[in-house]
C-alpha cells in the first residue's frame, strides 16, 4: 500500500474571510491561494470549539471535551490520558509523527503519540521546554524576553520584529518544517506545521506590519441593532484609526504566515513529495476583530467560529463545498488518509471530508465552556442556531440572506417553531446528550441556569487575563529581565494610532500583576503617562 504524507498546516485565530482566492480581494495571500487551486475549499467550516485548547485538543484526539476535559484553555493534563490520540494511532500504523510550532498541550512537553516535537509555545515555562528560545539564543537573540511580541498591556497592539525576518517565529516555524521535509525516510509521514500567528500580539517584521498601511479594507460588522445580551459591547475597545490599525496589522500577520507556506509548498514539489502528499490548512478558531464591536474569540459568530479549510492531494478534487464540516472532520480525515480505522470504543467524533464534499444537507454542532458560559451551535441548510444555557435564550439567523448574523429570527429568545429552527435545535439537543454535557438536557429539553448580566470585558480588546502574561521562562524576573520587558513595552508605544486603556480598574490591576513579578512601579506609571500623551 502506498500510503500518503500528510501535513496539516495549521493557524491560530485565523478567520475564514482571509484568503484572496474566496473573495477578500483585500487580501494578498498567493501561496494560500496556490492551495485553493489545487483541492477542496470546504466554506462553511467552523471550529469544534472556538478557542485554543479545546480546539486543538479535538483535533489531536478527534473526540469532544466530554472525554478528554478542555472546555476551555486550562492549566491541566488530559482528563484521560488511555484515551487513543490522531497521533498515537498513526505512530503505532508505521507513520514517522511530527510536531512543529504551537500545540498548547499541558504539560507542554506532553506528546500525545508524537515520536518527535519541535515546540514554539506562546508562553513557554522554560527555555528546555521550547526549541525556538533555544534557537533563537543560539543565533544571537536569546535577550529577546517577549519573543512573540509583548502581552501585558499591549495584547492587540501591532510591534515591530525585534529579530530580524529570518529569525521570527513565523519563518521559524516554515524552516524546521522545510528541513524535515527534506529528510530520506523509509516510512510515509505526518507533520502538525502550527504556527502562533495571527494571533496576537501582531508581532511581526516592519514590512508585512506596514503591508496594508492606507489600503482600502472591509468595515467590521456592526452590532445589530437588538444588542445582544449575551456579549454586550465591551467598554473601551477602539474605533476609527486605532481599530483600523489593529485590523491592518491582523492582515498583514496572515499575509506573513502566507509567505511561509509558499516556502513549504516549493519544497514539497522540489523534492517531488507533492503529489503523494495529503495537504490540510486549517486554524483553530477566528477572531471577531471588531466585529459585533466585540474582539477575541471564544463566541459562537462567524468571525470567531468560522474557520479556513482547505484540502489538498490523493482523494480530493478540486472545487468547493457548502457541507458543513468542522474540527473533528480533520481529524477523522487524517485517519482516513492513512488507511487507519479508529479502534471500535474511541468516540471519534467526525467524519473523513473525503466523503463529505457533496452533502450539503448535513447539520454540524459545536460548543463551547461549561456553566453560565456555555452554548452550543449547530449549522446546517444555511441556517445557524444558538442555545446560550444563561437564561435559556436562543438566536437563529439566516446565513445565506444574513451572512453577519444581524437579524436574530427568533422570537423572545426562543427559536419558535419553524422547521429547520427546530431541526438544528435538536440536533444540539442530540450532540448535549450524546458527545457534551448529558447532565444539561433533562426530559429532551436544555436545563438552563437564571440568566445573569455577563463580565462587561467579555470580548474587550483588552482581556483581563493578558496583563498577567509576562514571558514564565525566565528565572525569578530579575532587574535585567524586567528592563528587557520594560525596554518592549514602551517600544511598543511607537505606533501613533494606538494607546492604553483608561478604565481604572483595569489599570490598577495591570499594575497589581507588574508588582507581582518584581516589577516596579514608576515604570508602569510612565509607559501610562507616556501613552496618555498620545493621544
Known amino acids: 500500500m502506498n500510503r500518503p504524507n500528510i501535513l496539516l498546516l495549521h493557524t491560530d485565530q485565523q478567520r475564514f474571510d482571509t484568503i484572496a482566492a474566496l473573495g477578500a480581494g483585500h487580501m494578498q495571500t498567493p501561496n494560500i491561494d496556490r492551495l485553493v487551486g489545487m483541492g477542496t475549499v470546504f466554506n462553511r467550516a467552523y471550529s469544534s470549539n472556538p478557542i485554543c485548547m479545546p480546539a486543538r485538543h479535538d483535533l489531536i484526539t478527534g473526540a469532544t471535551a466530554r472525554y478528554h476535559g478542555y472546555y476551555t484553555n486550562l492549566g491541566s493534563p488530559i482528563q484521560d490520558y488511555s484515551l487513543g490520540t490522531i497521533p498515537r494511532f498513526l505512530t503505532e500504523a508505521g507513520y514517522q509523527t511530527l510536531a512543529v510550532g504551537k500545540m498548547h498541550f ?39 524576553r517577549c519573543q512573540h511580541g509583548v502581552r501585558p498591556l499591549f495584547y492587540h497592539t501591532p510591534q515591530r520584529s525585534l529579530v530580524p525576518a529570518e529569525h521570527h517565529g513565523s519563518a521559524w516555524v516554515a524552516t524546521q518544517t522545510i528541513d524535515l521535509i527534506r529528510e530520506e525516510r523509509d516510512r510515509p509521514w505526518f507533520l502538525f506545521a502550527s ?35 449575551q456579549v454586550p459591547s465591551s467598554p473601551g475597545n477602539v474605533a476609527g484609526d486605532r481599530l483600523r490599525r489593529i485590523r ?32 490540510l490548512f486549517t486554524a483553530d478558531h477566528g477572531e471577531m476583530l471588531g466585529d459585533r464591536e466585540i474582539y477575541q474569540k471564544m463566541v459562537p459568530y462567524e468571525g470567531a467560529a468560522r474557520i479556513p479549510l482547505i484540502a489538498c492531494g490523493p482523494g480530493f478534487e478540486r472545487g468547493r463545498s457548502e457541507t458543513p464540516v468542522t474540527t473533528w472532520d480533520v481529524a477523522a480525515t487524517i485517519l482516513d488518509a492513512a488507511g487507519i480505522k479508529a479502534p471500535e470504543d474511541h468516540p471519534l467524533a467526525g467524519e473523513s471530508l473525503r466523503g463529505l464534499r457533496d452533502r450539503e444537507a448535513r447539520i454540524v454542532v459545536y460548543h463551547h465552556a461549561p456553566g453560565r458560559g456555555r452554548y452550543v451551535a449547530a449549522v446546517g441548510r444555511g441556517y445557524k442556531f444558538v442555545h446560550w444555557y444563561n ?66 470585558h467579555r470580548g474587550t480588546l483588552y482581556p483581563r487575563w493578558s496583563y498577567q502574561q509576562f514571558p514564565r521562562w525566565m528565572k525569578g524576573y530579575s532587574a535585567e529581565d524586567l528592563q528587557a520587558i520594560a525596554d518592549q513595552m514602551r517600544r511598543c508605544l511607537r505606533d501613533e494610532e494606538l494607546a492604553l486603556l483608561e ?33
Open 195 to 229: 504556527w502562533v500567528g495571527p494571533h496576537p500580539p501582531y508581532y511581526m517584521p516592519e514590512d508585512y506590519l506596514e503591508m496594508y498601511r492606507g489600503r482600502e479594507l472591509p468595515d467590521p460588522c456592526p452590532m445589530p441593532e437588538t444588542v445582544p445580551t
Open 248 to 279: 491592518e496589522a491582523y492582515f498583514g500577520a496572515v499575509s506573513l504566515i502566507d509567505a511561509h507556506v509558499g516556502r513549504i509548498l516549493d519544497v514539497l514539489e522540489e523534492t517531488g513529495q507533492m503529489e503523494n502528499t495529503v495537504i
Open 106 to 144: 499541558h504539560p507542554e512537553r506532553e506528546h500525545h503519540g508524537f515520536a518527535h516535537m519541535f515546540l514554539m509555545e506562546e508562553l513557554p515555562s522554560c527555555r528546555e521546554n521550547d526549541a525556538y528560545l533555544q534557537y533563537l539564543q543560539e543565533v544571537g537573540y536569546g535577550h529577546v
Open 503 to 535: 478604565d481604572a480598574e483595569w489599570r490598577e490591576a495591570a499594575l497589581e500583576a507588574w508588582l507581582k513579578i518584581g516589577g516596579d512601579a514608576n515604570v508602569y506609571e510612565e509607559i501610562f503617562r507616556e501613552a496618555e500623551g498620545m493621544v
Open 391 to 456: 437564561g435559556g435564550q436562543e438566536e437563529l439567523y439566516d446565513l445565506g440572506a444574513d451572512p453577519w448574523e444581524q437579524e436574530n429570527l427568533a422570537e423572545d429568545g426562543k427559536v419558535g417553531i419553524s422547521e429547520t429552527g427546530m431541526l438544528l435545535r435538536q440536533a444540539c439537543l442530540d450532540f448535549e446528550r450524546d458527545r457534551g454535557i448529558a447532565e444539561n438536557v433533562r426530559d429532551g429539553d436544555f436545563v438552563d441556569l437564571e440568566y445573569m448580566v455577563p463580565d462587561a
